[in-house]
């Protein structure tokens, strides 16, 4: 069979992001190209390796086995281009980090920073995802390195204490929940709402939450970071569910109301899984101790 490195990322994008046009941005291809390679897989093969849907593509068997194939081919290579790059001078590792909403926005841009700065020859891929899907995908070996709510079941995974944090609701000083100590997300969901773009992971785990209440979010805007949620809360546009490590940095320049959420799920014990820290790369290993630190 006729596949290059190129086929299989794609293939491993595509399964990953649920749809062919944003498994194709993710290896930076037009979508035509990466339907056309998709295509010319399933004609070598002679076999669909995707089922198709308005909802997006899910793997055949077919496809799962080419997925559990692909995975391990790609991981060698990247070994290899890593230890060949040390030769050269060249790029020393690369680290697959998984994170939810609140670790990528709050805590991981100054822990990165750290770790780059003293590390020039690592790179690290962050995404970000919800806490359960990156269980999942550190359990198959697609991420190196995960960063989930402590109340998220890890199976098997080894873990480490990372951060704690809690979420908020934030508003104007006049708003109506102004005047509470604590409120519970249910009475939060009968107000305008400033949240974070769609893609976000937080914004889907509260619109699940909202679900499961019989509501939904009423949204007036949605934005890509906290900080610009609270800008515009500030101006009056709704109220906020924002980390409380957030909300007070704000609220020591803007007049905000910060009230807390007296939800279970609200209190964010963030904690790092591996599939074995034994197993990761060195450099990989040195992001974990990092982290930690």
């Known amino acids: 069979m006729r596949f290059d490195l190129v086929d299989l990322r794609l293939f491993a994008d595509v399964v990953e992001a649920g749809s062919?046009?944003?498994?194709?941005?993710?290896?930076?291809l037009a979508?035509?190209?990466?339907?056309?390679?998709?295509?010319?897989?399933?004609?070598?093969?002679?076999?669909?390796?995707?089922?198709?849907?308005?909802?997006?593509v899910v793997p055949t068997p077919a496809g799962q086995t080419l997925l559990k194939h692909a995975r391990l081919?790609?991981?060698?290579?990247?070994?290899?281009?890593?230890?060949?790059?040390?030769?050269?001078?060249?790029?020393?590792?690369?680290v697959r980090l998984l994170a939810n909403t609140n670790a990528s926005t709050e805590f991981l841009p100054e822990a990165l920073g750290r770790f780059l700065a003293d590390n020039p020859k690592v790179r690290v891929d962050l995404e970000e995802r919800l806490s359960d899907e990156i269980v999942g995908?550190?359990?198959?070996?697609?991420?190196?390195?995960?960063?989930?709510?402590?109340?998220?079941?890890?199976?098997?995974?080894?873990?480490?204490p990372f951060r704690s944090d809690r979420f908020v609701v934030v508003a104007?000083?006049?708003?109506?929940?102004?005047?509470?100590?604590?409120?519970?997300?249910?009475?939060?969901?009968?107000?305008?709402?400033?949240?974070?773009?769609?893609?976000?992971?937080?914004?889907?785990?509260?619109?699940?939450?909202?679900?499961?209440?019989?509501?939904?979010?009423n949204l007036r805007v949605q934005l890509r970071s906290f900080d610009a949620v609270c800008r515009l809360?500030?101006?009056?546009?709704?109220v906020g569910v924002v980390p409380q490590s957030t909300a007070a940095r704000v609220a020591q320049a803007k007049p905000l109301s910060v009230i807390e959420l007296e939800d279970d799920w609200?209190?964010?014990?963030?904690?790092?899984?591996?599939?074995?820290?034994?197993?990761?790369?060195?450099?990989?290993?040195d992001l974990v101790r990092s982290l930690r630190a």
């Open 20 to 28: 062919i046009t944003h498994g194709a941005a993710r290896s930076h």
């Open 233 to 238: 809360v500030e101006a009056g546009v709704g």
């Open 266 to 285: 609200a209190v964010r014990d963030l904690t790092l899984c591996v599939r074995r820290f034994a197993d990761l790369r060195p450099y990989a290993q």
């Open 73 to 94: 081919m790609l991981e060698q290579s990247a070994r290899l281009r890593e230890d060949l790059g040390a030769y050269a001078g060249g790029l020393s590792g690369e």
């Open 172 to 217: 104007q000083a006049d708003h109506p929940l102004a005047a509470q100590a604590r409120v519970a997300f249910a009475q939060v969901l009968a107000f305008d709402l400033v949240g974070l773009e769609r893609t976000s992971a937080l914004q889907r785990f509260l619109a699940d939450k909202a679900a499961r209440l019989g509501s939904s979010l």
């Open 137 to 160: 995908l550190i359990a198959e070996g697609v991420g190196d390195i995960g960063i989930v709510a402590g109340t998220v079941d890890v199976g098997g995974l080894e873990t480490f």
């Open 31 to 56: 979508l035509a190209a990466a339907s056309t390679r998709v295509r010319a897989m399933e004609e070598e093969i002679g076999a669909a390796l995707l089922t198709r849907s308005r909802q997006g």
